[in-house]
């Protein structure tokens, strides 16, 4: 069975700062995907930032980052120059491998909820 | 609609009562996901619908929880006898086909509160 786990219940950072989140996983699949969700209140997750296994380029949106360590089976974001709107649960999520009869029903870590100080 | 829409927003309701959870994905979506997200449980799947085909109910908790997809669109969830427990909130996303590199879409969710 995949697992993952998001070691930081809690973080917290300063307006303009720059916080990583961590991510570990582990599956028996050789590729597959990785993806960062944010949850603010309203409840609605919002995919953050993907990754695939097999590229050796760590994924980049505008502030939004990933670490991918293949080998080590961790995947961290990183927020540079944190936002009031970047505070909310975020969590790391991996899809089931093709060809199961659950699609690519996503198994999540814990979460990790990100205050953003002014 | 543009995304996942779902209904009621809330639902507050007494143990034992029946309810109905309704998603509405975006247009075109074959993959239709329902998750729960409670407290001390974190996120966690129970049902995959994709077309037409029989769903995957691998997730669902007991046989008081049925879903259903009408049309290959709108997709109901059913929690009969609720309980305590089942206080939650519920997800609902849709994707392309279900495939690995397609991102989930995800509703605003249900919160349901037994009393």
């Known amino acids: 069975a995949q697992t993952v786990t998001q070691s930081q219940p809690e973080m917290s950072v300063q307006e303009a700062e720059t916080v990583t989140l961590s991510c570990t996983y582990d599956t028996s699949e050789s590729d597959y995907y990785l993806f960062w969700y944010k949850q603010p209140p309203s409840r609605q997750m919002i995919l953050v930032i993907r990754q695939e296994a097999y590229k050796q380029q760590n994924a980049t949106e505008n502030r939004f980052s990933v670490n991918f360590q293949k080998a080590a089976k961790s995947f961290s974001l990183k927020i540079s120059d944190s936002q009031l709107g970047d505070a909310a649960m975020y969590f790391c999520a991996l899809p089931s491998p093709e060809g199961e009869t659950s699609g690519s029903r996503l198994t999540f870590g814990e979460g990790t909820q990100l205050t953003v100080n002014p | 609609g543009a995304g996942v829409s779902q209904s009621p927003s809330n639902k507050v309701t007494e143990k034992g009562k029946d309810v109905e959870l309704r998603c509405d994905p975006i247009s075109g979506h074959t993959a239709l996901y329902w998750y729960r997200q409670s407290l001390g449980q974190g996120l966690e799947f129970l049902i995959y619908f994709q077309g037409n085909s029989a769903p995957d109910k691998s997730g669902l908790p007991s046989d008081r929880f049925s879903a259903e997809r009408t049309g290959g669109s709108v997709s109901t969830l059913t929690i009969q006898r609720t309980q305590q427990e089942d206080s939650a909130v519920y997800l609902c996303?849709?994707?392309?086909?279900?495939?690995?590199?397609?991102?989930?879409?995800f509703g605003d969710g249900t919160r349901l509160s037994i009393l």
């Open positions: 996303a849709s994707s392309g086909q279900g495939k690995v590199n397609q991102p989930q879409h």
